[in-house]
């Protein structure tokens, strides 16, 4: 199960064992003792990759020919793509108890190393909370004017409260900046993305990128994409003009601006914006007008199927040797 990495070690059990005792009561299935766990981040991140690459028919040909995934949750985000196995070779080393930079997995016939990284905590909802962080107990300049309560993540409460001249794109640019930790002094390795995580090398595996679940709403909320379509082709700087127009309004403003955005979302839909912006081009290091493309759903034959991990799961294990 995903989902839960965010909740605390008892917390997380507690759902668990009441799923287990489901599934053993209630249910026709037989499941082993160890069936129901909490999916790692880089296993969800490797099984949306399979997931994309799979609906897009890229399975089996050279890593190159095959795209890069960048998942953005709500309490971590992940980035896989295929490097080569010279890439694979010189890969960090991970700390004891981080998790490898690169997986080896068989897929059609194909050997790929598949370099993944989960971020927690940078999640949109739980990065809402790291950026609240920096402000400390003062006014925020992510938050949209007119704006002052509590924003409430993971059991603790954080202040949001608008400055005086409302929302800045550029300061929010600043805190954000300092809640991902883009910092050189950070990267122990040649090249890093942020918070002194390896970057993979960039190679021909990430030169096309699919980015998928809250990127695709908070463009579709925001007005700059179809939300009936399944696809959409944009480029980062979309979400900084969309940031641009939400950073300038005031709470009363939102819902004739943005008309498909939830009311719960409105504080704060300067600081998704601008962070969906600053993530991707700071902190993953894409250019400003590359484009990339939002998914929700894939077409495979005469079907659209989601773009989500189980998917990838279940191809993974009909897969290996």
């Not at 002194?196 to 190679?203: D, H």
């Not at 998928?212 to 900084?240: H, N």
């Amino acid at each position: 199960m995903s989902g839960l990495r965010t909740l605390g070690h008892e917390a997380s059990e507690n759902i668990l064992q009441a799923v287990k005792e489901l599934l053993r009561d209630r249910s026709m299935l037989k499941t082993e003792a160890n069936a129901v766990t909490v999916l790692d981040g880089t296993q969800e991140g490797a099984y949306q990759w399979v997931t994309i690459n799979y609906l897009l028919r890229n399975l089996g040909k050279p890593y190159s020919d095959t795209v890069g995934v960048v998942d953005l949750g709500g309490g971590s985000v992940q980035m896989a793509y295929a490097i080569s196995e010279e890439d694979a070779a010189t890969a960090p080393k991970p700390l004891e108890g981080e998790d490898s930079y690169v997986r080896e997995m068989y897929l059609k016939g194909r050997k790929y190393f598949l370099y993944v990284h989960s971020y927690l905590h940078y999640g949109l909802l739980a990065a809402r909370a790291e950026i609240l962080k920096v402000s400390e107990d003062s006014n925020n300049p992510c938050i949209v004017a007119g704006y002052d309560g509590t924003y409430k993540y993971g059991g603790d409460g954080f202040k949001a409260a608008a400055v005086q001249s409302g929302a800045s794109l550029n300061e929010c640019r600043r805190l954000t900046v300092n809640a991902l930790k883009v910092n050189d002094t950070l990267c122990t390795h040649m090249k890093c993305t942020f918070g002194g995580v390896w970057n993979g090398g960039r190679g021909g595996g990430q030169k096309n990128m699919f980015v998928a679940s809250f990127f695709f709403d908070r463009a579709a909320e925001a007005g700059f994409v179809d939300p009936k379509q399944p696809v959409a082709t944009v480029r980062p700087i979309d979400f900084e003009k969309a940031a641009k127009k939400a950073c300038s309004m005031k709470m009363d403003e939102g819902k004739s601006k943005f008309p498909r955005v939830e009311e719960d979302n409105f504080p704060y839909l300067c600081m998704d914006l601008v962070y969906q912006y600053t993530l991707l081009v700071d902190g993953f290091g894409l250019e400003p007008s590359q484009t990339i493309t939002l998914v929700k759903k894939v077409k495979y034959g005469e079907h659209a199927v989601e773009a989500a991990w189980p998917l990838g799961s279940a191809i993974e294990a009909v897969s290996s040797p």
